[in-house]
Each structure stands twice: as C-alpha cells, then as structure tokens.
C-alpha cells in the first residue's frame, strides 16, 4: 500500500488512527496489539505472499535474538554468543542475497563464462533490504548487551510498526520500543495537527514536485536506453532533475513516514536533512539517509578500520592520528574500509554494476574528501572571506558530483549512462529545440530529439523552469522537519533555524489559521494529482 494512494490516505490511516485512539482509551496493550495487526495488514496489502517470506524470517529472528539474550547475560560463553550472532547475521544475509541478488549473480557468471545462464524471476519482497538491516542491527545490540530485555510485542512492534517498515528510517531498537511504552494513546490536538502538516508536507513533494520532475527525465534516460545520443541541455536536463527527482522523492517519503508516526506518538529518527545543501561529501553523507549511514559506519566501517588498526598496533606500524598520519596509515585504516563500506551501500540500493559503481564512485569520493581534510590546507581561524568562499566551493564541487554519480544511480545499464555521461560532457552536440536555436540565430545547436520526434520548445521550457524552481526550493527554503521543529516531530533534529537562503527571521509552524490555509491547499493540490500508481523510489530496495 503506498503513501500517496486514495486507499492509505483515505481509508487505512484514519482507520489505524481510529483503531488505535478508541482502544487506547480502554487500554494501551489493545492499542499496540491493534497497531501490530494494522501493521500486518499494511504489508500483506500489496501482496499477500510477502508475508510467507517476511513471516518466518521474523519468527527465526525472535528465536536468534532470544538466544543471544540469554547468552548475553551468561559471560562464560563469549564465543557461543559470537557463533549465534555470526548464524543470525549470516542467515539475515543469506536470505536477502537470494531474492535481491540472485539474478545478479546469474549475469555476472554469464558475463564471465560467455554462457546464457537463466534463472526464473525471483519476486523482491517490500522493504527486505531496509528489514534485513534493522534485524541485524537489533541481533548484533543484543549481542552487544545494549538490548537487555525485550517482549514478543515489543519485537513486533520494532519490527512491523508500518510507517517504517518499508523504507525506513533504519531505526535501533532502544531509540522506538520505549516511546512504545510510554505512549498515552490519547488524542492530543497539537501533535495531530503537526503530523497532518508534515504529511501534507510530503505528500506535496512526492506527488506535485517529484513526479512533476519525473516526467521530464524519464524520456531522456529511455532515449539514452534505446541508444541514442543525449546531448549537453539534455544530459545535463536529466541529470539534474533526477537529482532533484530522488531528493523530492526521499523527502518527501520521510515526511509522511515521519507525519505518520507522529499520529501515534512516535518519533522516528532524522533520516534527510537537505542534503543538496552540503559543502562536502562528508557532509553529504551525514544528510542524506543518515539512518543508513549510521548502520553503515557502525557495523561495517568501524568494524573494520577497528581490526586493521588493531593489526597494525600489533606489528608497530603507525597508527591514523589527524594531520601527522603517513599516508599508508591512511590508506589502510580510513581509506580501505571506506571502498568496502561504499561497496556494500552500491549493493545495498541495487543489484547491477551501475549501483556497484555508483557505490565504489562515492567511496572514491570521499576518499578524496578525507585526504583533502587530512593533507589540505587550512585557513588560520576558519572564517572571513576565504573560509566563505571555501564552502561556496565545497557546495559547487559537491553538488556538481552528486549530479554526475547520480547518471548511474538512474540509467537502465551502463552502455546507457556512458551515453547520458558522454552529454554530460558535450561529445553529442549541445542540442536545443529548433525554435530556441532559430531565436538565438544559432542553428548549430539543435536539434533536440526523443524518441516520437524533436522535443517541443514548450516542453523544454517546463522541464528548464521545473528543474530551476526545485532547486531553489531545495537550495534556498528551509526543510519540513526544521519548520515543525518546535513540535519534535523527529529524533535529533539539528538546531539550525529555519530561515529563508539562510537570512531573515525563522519560520515556525504554528497550528493557525494562516498556516492551516496554506497546508490545505498543498494537500489539495497533491490529492488532484493522485491519478495513477507512483511508487517511491527507495520503495525497491
């Protein structure tokens, strides 16, 4: 069941809501027990079968995590504790190996043998990377004594409660079940109104910014599958406007997920906190999918920088310690765990070379971004005109490869996101609607195809003032979550003010009616738009 669909917005929600406020009025177990059903229900939706899948490996999990809390309490079995983390781990993997990246397998023994190896269509069940990962995050916490006590309801709950089972936040076990515990399942009039408005919020995004974009890069990418030559306005058109696609997209998933919790009393972690706005790739990172960057950092990258280092301590090599760290220190400690970590993230979003690479391409990019904030220079206080001039650089240079990595994470294959990169950088002409180059006398630039014909001045200039006004809406405005920040309508959310370009007085939602105006004409304009089935992009991981 999808968020921006007539049945989950105008049936399921306020059915669960319902459910959940007039058994929370009796007693707070019905209401969780009821928020688990919906929960089940939610899921099954789509398609019932999920549940013979998803089902058991929940029931497996319960049983590997209750194991290792009795484990854990028992210190003289460290090695049996870690020989059931690595069976729980390994079984969570095994499983989402198989329907995620079997078929993958399959071309890559092709590819390398020469051979037609065929296997039959294997049916990715919903969100099984993102609940693939929350299990083992939960296996390994309880492993690590982080997790001392838990119930089957509160398993359930961790594990199914809808607004992030399918596509996240990533959340830790210790950070949701006990909001569980101390909900009120009472009606509260300024949280509901908060969650309306931040669901409203994404809701607009999703379905008027991100599908409006949509439509105007998805017939540049199938012209660049079909094989044919993308030119600069073009390649640089869908380049940017996937870019903007995927960020509206993202946001605007958070904000209903995050919209949706609220209703229930619950905070989810920040998850998008403007990542376009990022001076670094670093930084980036730290924007964009935060829960996954966290999952990653702490059970992938640590790990490993953390036995290399120990390796290295044990033969006396030197050690990564800031500014005055030799270089093979750098590249063994940071740089080496990095390329896995990236790796792993490239194969987490998709099982194709092109997620490969679009993974191995963010590695190298913040390897660069590492050694030029290890070796780089440094201003002497970090302010004045130069340090400002440095991160409107850093911005520029961030900005221009997200862009470019995000050809990859877009095109069908690779011979097509060469085709759309060669754009990128004019190898196919530069390619302007014939009126336009007519206009400006310069007939040489056109003409801009596609695949029923030339591309119509008119169309052009949607897609140009589609891709300008969202970037200044991604640029210059502040995010949902900073607007609704006085309500905590999430966890951690940054103290930055919420001003316009960074200037003026901050905006603060305020339950008025100004604002109650503004946000109905939002949902208003979203609900006309709801005329066909759009999934969320991160929905098919």
């Given at each position: 069941?999808l968020f921006?669909?007539?049945?989950?917005i105008?049936?399921?929600?306020?059915?669960?809501?319902?459910?959940?406020?007039?058994?929370?009025?009796?007693?707070?177990t019905?209401?969780?027990?009821?928020?688990?059903?919906?929960?089940?229900?939610f899921?099954?939706w789509?398609?019932?079968f999920?549940?013979l899948i998803i089902?058991?490996?929940?029931?497996?999990?319960f049983?590997?995590?209750?194991?290792l809390?009795r484990?854990?309490r028992?210190e003289?079995q460290?090695?049996?504790?870690a020989?059931?983390?690595?069976?729980?781990?390994?079984?969570?993997v095994?499983l989402?190996?198989?329907?995620?990246?079997a078929?993958?397998?399959v071309?890559i023994a092709?590819?390398?043998?020469?051979g037609?190896?065929?296997?039959?269509?294997?049916i990715?069940p919903l969100?099984?990377?993102?609940?693939?990962?929350?299990k083992i995050?939960?296996?390994?916490?309880?492993?690590g004594r982080r997790?001392?006590?838990?119930?089957t309801?509160?398993?359930?709950l961790?594990?199914l409660?809808?607004?992030?089972?399918?596509?996240?936040?990533?959340?830790h076990?210790?950070?949701?079940?006990p909001?569980?515990?101390?909900a009120t399942?009472?009606?509260?009039?300024?949280?509901?109104?908060?969650a309306l408005?931040l669901?409203?919020f994404?809701?607009f995004k999703?379905?008027v910014?991100?599908?409006?974009v949509?439509?105007y890069?998805?017939?540049v990418?199938?012209?660049?599958?079909?094989?044919?030559p993308?030119t600069?306005v073009?390649?640089?058109?869908?380049?940017v406007?996937f870019?903007?696609?995927?960020?509206?997209?993202?946001?605007g998933?958070?904000d209903?997920?995050?919209?949706?919790?609220?209703?229930f009393?619950i905070?989810?972690?920040l998850n998008?906190?403007?990542?376009?706005?990022a001076s670094s790739?670093i930084?980036?990172?730290?924007?964009w999918?935060?829960?996954?960057?966290r999952?990653l950092t702490?059970?992938?990258?640590?790990?490993?920088a953390?036995?290399?280092s120990r390796?290295?301590?044990a033969r006396?090599q030197s050690?990564l310690?800031?500014?005055?760290?030799?270089?093979?220190a750098?590249?063994?400690?940071l740089?080496?765990?990095?390329?896995?970590?990236m790796?792993?993230s490239g194969?987490?979003?998709?099982?194709?070379y092109?997620f490969?690479l679009?993974g191995?391409l963010h590695?190298?990019?913040?390897?660069?971004?590492?050694?030029?904030r290890q070796?780089?220079?440094?201003?002497?206080?970090?302010?004045?005109a130069g340090a400002h001039?440095?991160?409107?650089?850093?911005f520029a240079l961030?900005?221009?490869?997200v862009?470019?990595?995000?050809?990859?994470?877009r095109?069908?294959?690779l011979a097509?996101?060469?085709?759309v990169m060669?754009?990128?950088?004019?190898?196919?002409?530069?390619g302007?609607p014939?009126?336009l180059?007519?206009?400006?006398?310069?007939?040489?630039?056109?003409?801009?195809?596609?695949?029923d014909?030339?591309?119509?001045?008119?169309t052009?200039?949607?897609?140009?003032?589609?891709?300008?006004?969202?970037?200044?809406?991604?640029?210059?405005?502040?995010?949902?979550l900073?607007v609704?920040s006085?309500y905590?309508p999430a966890l951690r959310?940054p103290?930055r003010?919420p001003?316009?370009a960074?200037?003026g007085?901050?905006?603060?939602?305020?339950?008025t009616?100004p604002?109650?105006?503004?946000i109905?004409?939002?949902a208003?304009?979203?609900?006309m738009?709801?005329?066909?089935?759009s999934?969320f992009?991160y929905w098919?991981f």
């Amino acid at each position: 069941m999808l968020f921006n669909s007539y049945e989950f917005i105008l049936a399921f929600l306020p059915a669960a809501i319902a459910g959940f406020l007039l058994f929370g009025m009796t007693s707070r177990t019905l209401a969780l027990a009821w928020l688990i059903v919906a929960s089940i229900f939610f899921y099954a939706w789509w398609r019932p079968f999920n549940l013979l899948i998803i089902g058991p490996s929940v029931i497996v999990n319960f049983i590997f995590a209750r194991i290792l809390l009795r484990l854990a309490r028992d210190e003289s079995q460290p090695r049996l504790r870690a020989f059931v983390l690595a069976l729980g781990i390994l079984f969570n993997v095994a499983l989402l190996s198989y329907f995620k990246y079997a078929n993958f397998a399959v071309t890559i023994a092709s590819d390398l043998t020469g051979g037609n190896f065929v296997l039959e269509q294997i049916i990715l069940p919903l969100g099984i990377s993102f609940i693939t990962f929350q299990k083992i995050a939960f296996l390994v916490d309880v492993a690590g004594r982080r997790v001392e006590t838990f119930t089957t309801r509160d398993f359930l709950l961790f594990v199914l409660f809808f607004p992030q089972l399918i596509a996240g936040p990533i959340v830790h076990f210790r950070e949701i079940v006990p909001q569980f515990h101390q909900a009120t399942c009472r009606f509260n009039a300024e949280m509901f109104a908060a969650a309306l408005t931040l669901f409203c919020f994404g809701l607009f995004k999703k379905v008027v910014l991100a599908d409006g974009v949509a439509q105007y890069v998805s017939p540049v990418f199938a012209f660049a599958a079909a094989g044919e030559p993308v030119t600069l306005v073009q390649a640089w058109l869908a380049a940017v406007g996937f870019t903007l696609q995927i960020y509206f997209d993202f946001s605007g998933y958070t904000d209903m997920a995050c919209g949706a919790a609220l209703f229930f009393g619950i905070r989810l972690p920040l998850n998008f906190d403007s990542p376009l706005k990022a001076s670094s790739i670093i930084d980036f990172w730290l924007r964009w999918h935060v829960t996954l960057t966290r999952f990653l950092t702490a059970y992938i990258y640590n790990p490993i920088a953390l036995a290399l280092s120990r390796r290295r301590a044990a033969r006396g090599q030197s050690m990564l310690s800031g500014r005055g760290s030799t270089v093979s220190a750098f590249f063994h400690v940071l740089a080496g765990p990095i390329l896995v970590t990236m790796l792993v993230s490239g194969a987490w979003h998709g099982a194709g070379y092109t997620f490969i690479l679009w993974g191995l391409l963010h590695g190298f990019y913040l390897i660069v971004n590492h050694l030029w904030r290890q070796y780089g220079p440094r201003s002497a206080d970090g302010k004045g005109a130069g340090a400002h001039f440095a991160s409107l650089t850093g911005f520029a240079l961030t900005f221009l490869l997200v862009v470019c990595g995000m050809v990859l994470f877009r095109a069908a294959d690779l011979a097509s996101a060469v085709n759309v990169m060669k754009g990128l950088v004019g190898l196919h002409g530069v390619g302007l609607p014939s009126r336009l180059a007519e206009i400006l006398r310069m007939p040489s630039l056109a003409p801009m195809m596609q695949l029923d014909g030339e591309v119509h001045m008119r169309t052009f200039a949607i897609a140009a003032a589609y891709v300008v006004g969202l970037l200044v809406i991604a640029l210059f405005l502040p995010n949902s979550l900073q607007v609704i920040s006085k309500y905590e309508p999430a966890l951690r959310i940054p103290k930055r003010p919420p001003k316009l370009a960074g200037v003026g007085p901050p905006i603060y939602w305020r339950p008025t009616l100004p604002w109650m105006v503004l946000i109905a004409v939002l949902a208003a304009l979203a609900m006309m738009q709801l005329t066909g089935k759009s999934e969320f992009l991160y929905w098919q991981f």
